[in-house]
């Protein structure tokens, strides 16, 4: 596995300060491909903190298992038979089921990631990440946070940048209930960047960051990061760059 070492929210600085779970996280793995689910098991068999409670190889039976064993994090595939990632991560969303989704695409630009979002997935992984990256998604996406490699962010908004504000527009007035601070961290969110980066940028301790951040979420009834870059980029406050 190859690619870019970044996302949104799940950088190894902030995985760092991640207290340890008392227990590993329970994995269900979803691929119409029992090679590559093999080679995902292998990867992750060999870490303490991680265990993959079962296979899937549809989407309905990703959402079955969901159901029956309640896992941590699905790492679900886009293109399968019966029932497609996005409905399945959609099924499991709307269920109200304690398990979080991050979704694995074969193409930078699988045009069901959008769906996939919009169905409630914590993260979007390109299948080449390296097994690094795939690890700390894992355990950052079961910590409740989000992540996003950004070259998908980015050609995923480049893409569909005719659908965002115009930019003379002013920024929505659904950010008016964040204070000038809270706007300064959410277009850092936006960008890509960390807790304890965006911590160095702003000249503050990572715990206020992380405390703003919060705040951010919370006001804006935003589920993860995630939701908070969409929202950036969709309310006219951060726009993609040229």
């Known amino acids: ?11 190894e600085d902030e995985m760092s300060d991640q207290a340890p779970s008392a227990r590993p996280v329970r994995i269900l793995l979803v691929d119409d ?3 590559l689910r093999t080679g995902f098991r292998m990867v992750l068999g060999a870490e303490s903190d991680l265990d993959v409670v079962a296979e899937a190889g549809d989407g309905v039976e990703a959402v079955e298992l969901s159901r029956r064993l309640l896992p941590d994090v699905v790492l679900m595939d886009i293109r399968m038979p019966r029932m497609d990632g996005v409905a399945a ?10 398990v979080r989704v991050l979704v694995l695409t074969t193409f930078d630009l699988d045009e069901y990631v959008v769906g996939a979002l919009r169905a409630g997935a914590s993260g979007f992984l390109a299948k080449d990440v390296p097994a690094e990256d795939l690890i700390a998604a894992i355990r950052t996406v079961a910590g409740g946070d989000a992540v996003v490699t950004p070259r998908i962010l980015r050609r995923l908004l480049d893409r569909f940048a005719e659908l965002l504000p115009d930019p003379a527009a002013t920024p929505s007035a659904a950010l008016s209930a964040l204070t000038d601070r809270e706007r300064e961290v959410l277009v850092q969110v936006a960008r890509g960047l960390s807790n304890a980066e965006i911590a160095r940028v702003l000249s503050v301790s990572e715990t206020t960051i992380k405390t703003h951040v919060g705040h951010v979420l919370t006001k804006l009834r935003l589920r993860d990061r995630v939701q908070a870059v969409v929202l950036a980029y ?3 406050l951060v726009r993609p760059r040229a």
């Open 1 to 11: 596995m190859t690619g870019a070492r970044h996302d949104v929210g799940g950088t």
């Open 33 to 35: 491909q029992p090679l």
């Open 89 to 98: 991560t959609r099924a499991i969303v709307d269920a109200r089921l304690p």
């Open 234 to 236: 969709e309310s006219g």
